[in-house]
């Protein structure tokens, strides 16, 4: 745990995760239909514990990088600093829910009609375009990465995304932290989650 030290902050910030995939991913479709469903939507389900459901944050989603090489897969929001362990708490328990029961059939066909819905309004203009081209051949990705993207939505299957939730997303143990907040009020409560290194905001790069 990496504890960014920001003296009278009136709010934590936090981001959990750990290494995640490459953009050559194979079942990228089923990945982003995850992704949905956890973190990247409003509905999702981390902004449903989180922000709905208990009024903790503004905002919580689920974020995933992906170069060339493996890049991360994080848990990132924001809450009053009184109530840091509390949304820590909630986060990691939805994160055990993803990984323990995965997702239901009806959210299922949600996700996909959500994810194929959004495809093509990214494919509308020239600038979109051109992007997407360079992407694909920058990193070699290939026409089948836009041509069967929409297939592959329309054909994962609950047994697919269940592989992929396993494989991407860390179970609780492999959890590692980054928090920046006020380290006087949070320190010792945070402690339950690990060891803490901690730095001071004024600290350069923030190197330990």
């Known amino acids: 745990m990496l504890l960014v030290d920001k003296p009278g902050a009136a709010q934590t910030y936090f981001w959990i995760g750990n290494v995640g995939v490459a953009i050559d991913y194979a079942d990228r479709a089923a990945l982003d239909i995850a992704n949905t469903v956890y973190g990247g939507r409003l509905t999702s389900m981390l902004n449903t514990e989180l922000r709905v459901k208990s009024g903790l944050t503004y ?15 994080a848990i ?4 009053p600093t009184a109530t840091t362990v509390e949304a820590i708490d909630m986060a990691l328990g939805v994160h055990g829910q993803l990984r323990d029961t995965g ?16 495809f093509p309004t990214r494919l509308e203009t ?6 997407l081209f360079a992407r694909a051949e920058t ?23 269940a ?12 959890l590692v932290f980054v928090l920046l907040g006020d380290a ?4 010792e409560s945070i402690g339950k989650y690990g060891p803490v290194t901690e730095l001071a905001i004024t600290e350069p790069r923030f190197r330990p």
């Open 139 to 161: 990193f070699a990705l290939g026409p089948s990465y836009i041509n069967e993207y929409g297939a592959a939505i329309a054909a994962t299957d609950a047994e697919a995304l």
């Open 103 to 118: 997702i239901g059939a009806e959210m299922l066909v949600s996700a996909k009609n959500y994810v194929l819905g959004q």
């Open 76 to 79: 990132s929001s924001f809450t």
């Open 126 to 131: 020239a600038a979109q375009l051109a992007r």
């Open 184 to 187: 006087e009020l949070i320190r």
């Open 163 to 174: 592989a992929v939730i396993v494989e991407v997303y860390p179970p609780l143990k492999s």
């Open 59 to 73: 905002g919580a989603r689920s974020s995933l990088l992906r170069p060339s090489r493996p890049g991360s897969v």
